[in-house]
């Protein structure tokens, strides 16, 4: 069965531009959550979608947000960026229920210059 | 909120030593835990999980980890590690209601050959 895939994996923007990543989750996993990882803060929860629905929100600022699509796809988009949006977002898909383990994508490295 | 810990930013050995690395979580309630590795180029994936029963759990590569509530920890132990366990590890905490995992900030383990 094929992982979790992410695209593009590597993207380059400059300030005050706007970025979609893309995310298809395992095939059969309904559930897809958004993860930012940094040096200086790790591994923070952006949100999650289940059934075309946020399901779960990270403390991130409005410039950050996701939709999910029918067939458990997902995209976030980030608006307006700033310099400290650099990072590797990772995408991580369960089944369904909210006890189900997550299984991560390789990520998409984002660079904002 | 719920916070992980991991004591140890970098742990470096010589290959057959063995390896224990600590996490410690804060969470008043029924927690899942969770070991996820990330080899060199590759992406997160599950080591180990514990959700209910048998404290004592085994993963995949001769990896196990104990829970123990009284302490509110989840450490990961191996007896002899190999060059290729050369990785980052993260331990991840979830609410049993909750859907979002929290994350340690890593450990990263160096083998020698």
């Known amino acids: 069965k094929a992982g979790v895939t992410q695209t593009p994996r590597y993207l380059i923007k400059t300030r005050g531009q706007q970025v979609t990543l893309s995310c298809s989750p395992i095939s059969g996993h309904r559930s897809v959550s958004w993860y930012q990882q940094t040096p200086g803060q790790g591994l923070q929860f952006l949100f999650e979608y289940f059934s075309e629905t946020q399901r779960n929100k990270g403390n991130f600022p409005g410039r950050f947000s996701g939709r999910q699509f029918s067939n458990s796809r997902s995209e976030m988009n980030v608006s307006t960026l700033e310099l400290g949006d650099s990072a590797l977002y990772l995408c991580?898909?369960?089944?369904?229920?909210?006890?189900?383990?997550?299984?991560f994508g390789p990520g998409t490295r984002l660079t904002v210059l | 909120a719920q916070s992980v810990s991991q004591h140890n930013h970098h742990v470096i050995l010589s290959e057959a030593a063995s390896l224990e690395l600590g996490c410690n979580y804060s969470?008043?309630?029924?927690?899942?835990l969770f070991w996820y590795v990330q080899y060199p180029g590759q992406h997160l994936q599950l080591l180990l999980k514990?959700?209910?029963?048998?404290?004592l759990v085994k993963g995949i590569k001769g990896f196990e980890a104990e829970f123990i509530k009284s302490k509110f920890s989840f450490n990961l132990r191996k007896p002899s590690v190999q060059w290729s366990d050369t990785a980052e590890y993260f331990c991840a905490v979830r609410g049993s209601t909750l859907g979002r995992l929290y994350f340690g900030r890593g450990t990263q383990l160096t083998v020698w050959p």
């Open positions: 514990y959700f209910s029963g048998d404290p």
């Open positions: 991580a898909s369960s089944l369904e229920q909210l006890t189900d383990t997550q299984y």
């Open positions: 969470y008043g309630g029924t927690v899942n």
